[in-house]
C-alpha cells in the first residue's frame, strides 16, 4: 500500500507476505508492507532460526524496534543482542543482518527510507 496523506496504518488487516531468502539469508522473513512518498512502514516477523541477509544499508538508516521475540542484530561487525523494546538502527553505509536465534518469532516494526534520484 502506498500514501501520500496521513493516515492511520491497521497492520491487522494487512497480509503478511513471505520473502524466502532475504538479501540471500536463511529461512522466510514475513512482512506487512506500507509504502509512504519517503518511507517503507513495515511490521517483520522473522521465524526461529530465520534471518534477513547481510547488505548495505543504502538509502537512509534502517530502524528496527523490537515487539517481541529475542535475537541478534549485525552491524559493521558489531553484534548487538536483540529483546522487547530495544532498537536498532543500522546507519546509512553500513552493513548489517538481523538473525533470529531465539524460540519464537522476531517481531519488529522497521523503517526504511525511500532514496530519491
Known amino acids: 500500500m502506498r500514501i501520500s496523506t496521513p493516515m492511520r496504518i491497521d497492520f491487522d488487516t494487512s497480509d503478511w507476505i513471505e520473502i524466502p531468502h532475504m538479501n540471500k539469508g536463511i529461512g522466510s522473513v514475513f512482512a506487512k508492507i506500507t509504502v509512504t512518498e519517503n518511507t517503507r512502514i513495515v511490521l517483520t516477523r522473522i521465524p526461529a532460526g530465520s534471518s534477513i541477509g547481510i547488505h548495505t544499508q543504502i538509502s537512509g538508516d534502517d530502524v528496527n524496534y523490537v515487539i517481541e521475540g529475542k535475537g541478534k542484530a549485525i552491524c559493521d561487525g558489531k553484534e548487538e543482542i536483540l529483546s522487547p523494546g530495544m ?12 538473525i533470529n536465534d531465539g524460540e519464537t518469532d522476531l517481531v519488529l516494526f522497521t523503517t526504511v527510507p525511500i532514496p530519491h534520484q
Open 87 to 98: 532498537c536498532h538502527v543500522c546507519p546509512k553505509g553500513c552493513e548489517h543482518s538481523i
